[in-house]
């Protein structure tokens, strides 16, 4: 499969809302849909692992490391298996970030 904004971009923004549902998720004691559904997203993250995305999107690549982050800093416990989805997925997705500054495209 091509890693083309076609592909990453929706995915990224379907993690990015997931991460932040579950983060709301983990103060309630109620089933946790977010944070499952976000496991498969996270795999699919995980899968592009070694592979480079074409063009992917610096900002939608920096939002969804910052809701993943934010996620993994209110995860109870470092040995749950989200917190290691979320950790893996961020190793991916923190070296296809840009080491300059963000810019936006029109």
Not at 8 to 14: A, D, Q
Not at 28 to 36: L, Q, V
Not at 77 to 89: E, S
Request: hydrophobic share 45%; proline share 7%.
């Amino acid at each position: 499969m091509d890693l083309t904004p076609d592909v990453t971009t929706p995915l990224l923004r379907r993690c990015t809302a997931l991460a932040t549902m579950a983060r709301v998720e983990l103060l309630s004691e109620h089933r946790h849909r977010a944070a499952d559904e976000l496991s498969e997203v996270l795999d699919e993250i995980v899968s592009w692992s070694g592979s480079r995305l074409d063009d992917p999107d610096p900002t939608m690549l920096a939002l969804c490391a910052a809701a993943l982050l934010d996620l993994a800093d209110r995860i109870p416990g470092t040995a749950t298996v989200l917190a290691a989805r979320v950790a893996d997925a961020l190793g991916v997705l923190t070296g296809q970030i840009p080491a300059g500054p963000l810019s936006v495209r029109a």
